[in-house]
């Protein structure tokens, strides 16, 4: 790989990360919303750095041309000097390598975490919920919303209200969940979920919901919204780990442009 193939390679991966924050909203299957602008800031300097190698590798190889001089490492080797003989205009082959995030963006594009991840993943501890309940990190939608109307929360905090809440405000009141179908793996059900991102995709977290008085289970990986109300389990909270909600009605919606929270 010599020093122009070197700037295109850096230009198609600032080209590849320009494109999944500029022109689309790619990122978002791979990191938090905030990562935008560094990407982009990220982007530009490598379309940059790359240009400016491949113009000035352009410009050196013409004024050499116009010259007629040739290059020295040549010479010493023909001569049999003991000088350094390596072209050190050219990177390892290796470098190629870097063209694999360029294709990825570009040909593959990997879809966001979804069904697969979410049957693998651990749930969301409740000692972590724990710790966000006691300094009041509860959402206002539950508060905020007329008692008779759905109100329309987070699977995160769903689940969080689940384990934690020592007064059950989500007893007897209708809610709108949106999340994605994981199939049960025994059977039993399906589950509504959605993933947890701290940063990046690397780090996710599944929050879920078992919902088992739906007669068919929806295609997995399609997302939907379902009204309907938590069943309130007997004892303690932190002691379930499926989160129940019964169904009154279901939408199938389009995949969100986010799909993490």
Not at 63 to 79: L, R, T
Not at 199 to 219: F, G, K, Q, S, W
Request: charged content about 20%.
């Amino acid at each position: 790989m010599n020093r122009i193939a070197q700037g295109l390679v850096l230009v198609l991966l600032g080209a590849a990360a320009l494109s999944s924050t500029v022109v689309s909203d790619l990122y978002l299957n791979y990191v938090q919303a905030y990562f935008r602008f560094f990407l982009i800031g990220a982007g530009v300097m490598l379309v940059l750095l790359g240009a400016w190698l491949v113009i000035a590798e352009v410009r050196t190889a013409a004024a050499q041309d116009d010259a007629g001089a040739d290059h020295e490492p040549a010479s010493a080797c023909a001569g049999g000097g003991d000088g350094d003989c390596h072209d050190h205009s050219r990177a390892p082959g290796v470098a190629w390598l870097l063209l694999l995030p360029v294709i990825s963006v570009f040909v593959i594009a990997p879809p966001a975490l979804g069904s697969y991840t979410a049957s693998q993943s651990s749930s969301a501890a409740p000692t972590s919920a724990t710790t966000e309940a006691e300094e009041g990190r509860y959402d206002d939608a539950l508060a905020e919303t007329d008692p008779s109307e759905p109100a329309k929360l987070k699977l995160q905090e769903f689940v969080l209200r689940a384990w934690t809440d020592e007064e059950r405000a989500m007893a007897g009141r209708p809610i709108e969940l949106t999340g994605f179908v994981v199939p049960h793996p025994e059977g039993e059900g399906w589950y509504l979920a959605r993933l947890q991102i701290s940063c990046c995709a690397a780090d996710a977290v599944v929050n879920r919901v078992l919902i088992t008085d739906v007669d068919e289970t929806p295609e997995k990986d399609s997302w939907w919204t379902v009204r309907g109300t938590w069943v309130e389990p007997e004892g303690e909270l932190q002691s379930v780990r499926d989160h129940r909600f019964s169904v009154d009605n279901m939408t199938e919606v389009d995949n969100p442009p986010d799909p993490y929270e």
